[in-house]
């Protein structure tokens, strides 16, 4: 199995940038897909960005393209969501994710799910 565990959330103005760290634990991490969602309050929870479990490909939804970056580190077992040019329609609970596969842009995909980080994006 595997945890994870979010940090990096918070506050900032509109046009300013944020990094967000999933810390994940368990073994075989390497082979694990990672990502992040994000849900704001009424709305339906969003694939944001994924990494296949080698780092060869990324993905990113449309809204977020440009603007975020998502890395891995397989050595210390953390995956990077770097947040450039935040809008305030960015505003939501972000969540780490992992699924046993090559690639995961679903939800049905997703094996595991961290508790989430607060991200607010300020006019």
């Known amino acids: 199995q595997v945890q994870l565990v979010e940090s990096g959330g918070g506050l900032v103005q509109a046009g300013g940038s944020l990094r967000l760290s999933c810390a994940a634990s368990?073994?075989?991490?390497?082979?694990?897909?990672m990502g992040w969602f994000r849900q704001a309050p009424g709305k339906e929870r969003e694939f944001v960005a994924g990494?296949?479990?080698?780092?060869?490909?990324?993905y990113y939804a449309d809204s977020v393209k440009g603007r975020f970056t998502i890395s891995r580190d397989n050595a210390k077992n953390t995956v990077i969501l770097q947040m450039n040019s935040l809008k305030p329609e960015d505003t939501a609970v972000y969540y780490c994710?992992?699924?046993?596969?090559?690639?995961?842009?679903?939800?049905?995909?997703?094996?595991?799910w961290g508790q989430g980080t607060q991200v607010t994006v300020s006019s």
């Open positions: 994710t992992a699924a046993a596969t090559l690639i995961a842009t679903m939800s049905s995909s997703i094996d595991y």
């Open positions: 368990g073994r075989t991490f390497s082979h694990y897909a």
């Open positions: 990494i296949s479990y080698n780092g060869g490909d990324t």
